[in-house]
Structure formats: C-alpha cells, structure tokens
C-alpha cells in the first residue's frame, strides 16, 4: 500500500464532529406498486418557499434517472405545504415532461385539498405524516433506507442532494456541490465536492469514488479532507471510518483487507 | 423557427455584454435579422456597446405596460438593418418585470427574427429568471478563474433544470503567457470542470475595451485582429460550421518564436 493511499484523513486536520444531516429535506421519488409517490419535502425541515421547493422538484427531476414507465401514474404527497392550484398544475406539468401523469394529491393542509380538487386531481386529505417514515435515531439503520438514488448527471456547484438512504451519482460531482446520504455514497465519477455518507450517524457507511478529490469527507459525526490529490497517482478509493478517523484506501482490495466490527462501531484493518 | 439564444455567466463583469453586442453584429453582418434583448434592467448598457444610447426613446418596459408598440421600442441603426436593439429601462429595479411578462415579449419578438440574444444580468435571481424564460438555448460566457468557473457550474445547472440542455461555452479573456506559465486556467481545465461544449475562446485584448468605448464592437471592425477573428469564428460555429478552435497558446508562441527568430538575425 502507498503511503498516500494508506493517509489518516484525521491527522490533517484537527478531529471533528459534524452534525448528523436532516433526513428529509428534499422532493423524493419512491415506487409503491405501479404508482410514482412524490414526497414534497417537510415544510419545517426545509423552509415553505415555493421557489425553493420548485427548484428542488426541477432539479430532483433532472437529475434522476426515470425509473418508471412512461405515463406512470403519479401520487404527490403535499404534507403540509400550502399549495395553490397554479402551482399545482406547474408541478403536474413538470411530471408530464417525465412522463409521470399526477392523479393523486395527498395533502394535510384543506386549502391544498380543495385548490387541488377544484383542479381535477384526486384528493386524500390525512393527519399531517408523510408514509412510513422512520424517527430520526432509527433512520441510521440500513433496513430503514429507502432505494438508493441515482443522480444520471453530474452534480454542479450549488446542487445538493439529500437522500435517506444510499445515493449512486453517475458522473461527476463538482466543486461547490453537495451529497448527503443516509447510506453509502458512490461517485462513478470525481468526487470534487463535499460529501457526507451515513448522515444519520451510521458509521458503516463509506463513500466510494473513481477518482477522490473531494472538498470535505464526513461519515456519521466525524470529518475529514483528503490530502491535495496527486493527478499522477489517481485510483479509485473508499473513505471509511475508523477509530483515529476517516482514512482513504484503494477500494480494488478493501473488502479483503477490512471488516466493519459492530462492537466497536468502526473498520479494522484485518490484513 | 427563431433561435432565442441567452448569453449568461452567474458572475458579473466577465464579458456577457461584450459577446451579446460582438456576435449579435456579426450575425447581423451574415444578413440575419436579430434582435439583441437587454434584460439587464436597471444597469443597462448595451445600446452603449453598439453606440446606440442617443436612439433610445422608449424601453422594455414601456412595451410591456403597453404604453409603446413593441416595433416602437426596438433601436435600429442605418449601419446595421438587420439588427434592432431591445433597451432595458435604465431607472427601474429589477423587480420592475416578472418572467411570464418577458417571456410574452420575447415570444412576440421571435415573429419577426431569425434571432434573438438575450443579454442577462449577473446573479441568479428575478433578472437572471426574466432573461432565460423564452430561451432555448444559452452560452455562457466564463474568464479562466475559479470563482468565474464555479458560478458558471452553477448556472449550467440551474439551466438544465428548467429544460434549457443546449448549453454551450465561451471562455473570454485568455492571456496565452498566463496560461503557459501555468498561472492561468487553461481552456482545458475550464471544460474538465463544466463538460459543456466549447463554442469558442476569446483573448484577452484591450482593444476589446478601446471598441467598446467608442460603441463600434470590434467585430465588425475592418481591421483584422485576433478578437475580430474569435467572435466571427463563434457565430459560424453557432451557424453549424466546423471550424477549429484558435488555439491562443500556440498563436502566442509562433509570434514569441518569430520574434526571437528576428532578434537572433
Ligand atoms: N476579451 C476581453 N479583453 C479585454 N477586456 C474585456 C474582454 N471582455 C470584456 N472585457 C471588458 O470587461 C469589462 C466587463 O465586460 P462586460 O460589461 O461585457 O461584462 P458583463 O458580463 O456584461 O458584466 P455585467 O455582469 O456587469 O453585466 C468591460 O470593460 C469590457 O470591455
Ligand atoms: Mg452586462
């Protein structure tokens, strides 16, 4: 093993902990049966700005790879968002263009309900809880993360994507840009920006790159940034947790070489 | 079918101006009817690029509150036919204009071109969402320096998400002895980072800044310069020509060598 590749992240910096990430602070997509569910974002967690809920139902949209089939029927799940039935019809829109058709619209909120019966969509109206969410301490647990996400293009400076659960990014991730998984995160592509895996405080999780060039690794509560990447020596890598902290090894042998010891909560080197 | 092109950037003063009035000329020199559109409200400058402050009369605005026919609006210069200038109001702010409001009017303009630039503001807030809303293309203009680069990302990536996916880029401003003394990004590093395709590059070159000055862009200029050359290079590409990109570093050094060859005479 090179001396670089065998690098303890931690030394570089002062140790550091790091908040765990908010679970749900974005729009997500999740299949039940033959139906799309689109879960708007808690209005609490991520600010009611209908600005900002447009970018973040745009950018999502953009970004993930179609899973379903053309003219899917769609479920939006409003929580507690106030919307009106332009803004409604501009999201059905925007599904239209991934051929997703909006038939449902679950929402907390009765003005929400009756803009959004007035235009013809199908309405539920619940006691304010998205589905089956898990409490914050249980969501660091692998069974409680939702699909893996996959982000089809690269991530630019200023996007963030926040998923409770592992997220696959199939390009780059640049400068500037931000991932936040409750699981793994695997970049097949450079990880320029920052990315934090086991945001929930799982300290299994790892992040993995093609090529790490990442501003700022964070895993669970700890912190770290990668030494200034030599362009000669480029392979891909894994970030994982240890006692002394994240560390970086050449991820061709890694799981060979090392084992998660669930007592401690950390990675051994077992070679 | 009309192109309505936006020329953007995220950060201020790297060169959206100077492109919109050089390459709209060009194109307007290629006997293309354009209409430049500047959505920079409140710091409107581009009738003074293409020297046409004096001729304005009314403004975007006007036409939008419906004080103005729209043909009444548009500037238009004996010089240039082809080309008609669209001023921002130079005393309102910004909020002044709302997107479905720029977007009708950009739409209205498109019956009557084959062109349409739209010169957008810096930042990424109302101006930026006025100018890209009709728009189904954009270049964006970038200086080789990261704090350019990374808000260019940023606005690459605003733009894909509101469904304008033919991006392509300009990096302005090279300084070739920069660049090969390492102390400047190169082209290169720039197209690592955003992975757009390259319309073109412009030096860095105060003749630029004389032309602007005197509201003559350098691009119709009859004197033949390495700007003149770079942005009618541009409009051809934008026209589907296959033209090569100048490569400044190597221009640079068969200037520096022949140079040396002389002194060593
Ligand atoms: N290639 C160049 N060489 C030399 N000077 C240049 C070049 N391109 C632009 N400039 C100069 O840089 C300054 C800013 O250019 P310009 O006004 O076109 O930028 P902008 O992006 O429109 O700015 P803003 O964001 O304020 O609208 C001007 O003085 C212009 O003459
Ligand atoms: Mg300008």
Known sequence: MTPKANAKLSDLIPPQTVALGKADAQVRLTRQDDCIQILL??????????????????????????????????????????????????????????????????????????????????????????????????????????????????????????????????????????????????????????????????????????????????????????????????????????????????????????????????????? | MTRIIVVTSGKGGVGKTTMTANLGSAIAKRGHKIALVDADFGLRNLDLLLGLENRVVYTAIEAIAGDCRLEQALVRDKRQPNLALLPAAQNRNKEAVNPEQMKKLVLQLAEKFDYILVDCPAGIELGFRNAIVAAQEAIIVTTPEVTAVRDADRVIGLLEANDITNIRLIVNRIRPEMVQLQNMMSVEDVLEILAVPLLGVVPDDERIITSSNRGEPIALSTEQSLPAIAFNNIVRRLEGEDIPVLDLVATHNTLLNRIRRLFRK
């Open chain 1, 41 to 271: 974002p808690d209005p609490e967690v991520a600010g009611s700005s209908w600005l900002e809920l447009w970018d973040s139902l745009k950018q999502r949209l953009h970004n993930t790879e179609a899973f379903w089939k053309s003219g899917a029927i769609a479920k939006l799940w409003a929580g507690k968002h106030l919307l009106d039935s332009r803004q409604l019809q501009a999201i059905a829109d925007a599904l239209a263009k991934v051929r997703l058709d909006l038939r449902w619209v679950v929402t907390a909120r009765r003005q929400t309900a009756v803009a959004a019966a007035g235009s013809g969509f199908s309405v539920e109206q619940i006691t304010p809880k998205a589905p089956d969410q898990p409490t914050p301490d249980l969501a660091s647990s692998a069974e409680y993360w939702a699909e893996p996400l996959y982000v089809k293009s690269t991530l630019r400076s200023g996007q963030e994507v926040s998923h409770p659960g592992t997220v696959i990014v199939c390009g780059d991730t640049n400068p500037g840009s931000t991932i936040v998984a409750a699981g793994d995160i695997i970049v097949l592509g450079r990880l320029r920006g920052i990315a934090h895996a086991g945001s929930q405080g799982n300290a299994a999780c790892q992040i993995f790159a093609l090529r790490m060039e990442a501003m700022q690794l964070r895993i669970a509560q700890s912190l770290a940034r990668p030494p200034e990447a030599d362009p000669d020596q480029l392979y891909p890598e894994m970030a994982y947790l240890t006692e002394s902290g994240i560390r970086l090894a050449p991820a061709d042998n890694f799981f060979k070489t090392h084992r998660f010891a669930i007592d401690q909560n950390i990675w051994l080197d077992s070679a």
